[in-house]
Nanobody
């Protein structure tokens, strides 16, 4: 069983920054490609960003391109989401997910999910 724990959410003013982290206890973290998703109240969950197992390939939703950056540290079993120039419409519960494959595209299916961390951006 792969456990994923997110952290780093909070309340920030528009234009501000946050860095989310997702840490796993699995020993083979480098075997998993990872993704970040978000869900705002009343909306469906949407893809935000993903990263391949070795960090060499990333994907982003159009709505966050140029503002968000996904990265990973396999030695620390952690994937990050750096969020800059935050907007009120970025307010959502952000969750990380993992899949036991080399790639993670915007439409990939994921095997494991975290509980999420809340991000609230005030105007």
């Amino acid at each position: 069983q792969v456990q994923l724990v997110e952290s780093g959410g909070g309340l920030v003013q528009a234009g501000g920054s946050l860095r989310l982290a997702c840490t796993s206890s699995v020993r083979t973290f480098s075997s998993y490609s990872m993704g970040w998703f978000r869900q705002a109240p009343g909306n469906e969950r949407e893809f935000v960003a993903s990263i391949s197992r070795n960090g060499g390939r990333t994907y982003y939703a159009d709505s966050v391109k140029g503002r968000f950056s996904i990265s990973r540290d396999n030695a620390q079993n952690t994937v990050y989401l750096q969020m800059n120039s935050l907007k009120p419409e970025d307010t959502a519960l952000y969750s990380c997910a993992g899949r036991a494959d080399r790639w993670a595209t915007p439409t990939s299916n994921y095997n494991y999910w975290g509980q999420g961390t809340q991000v609230t951006v005030s105007s």
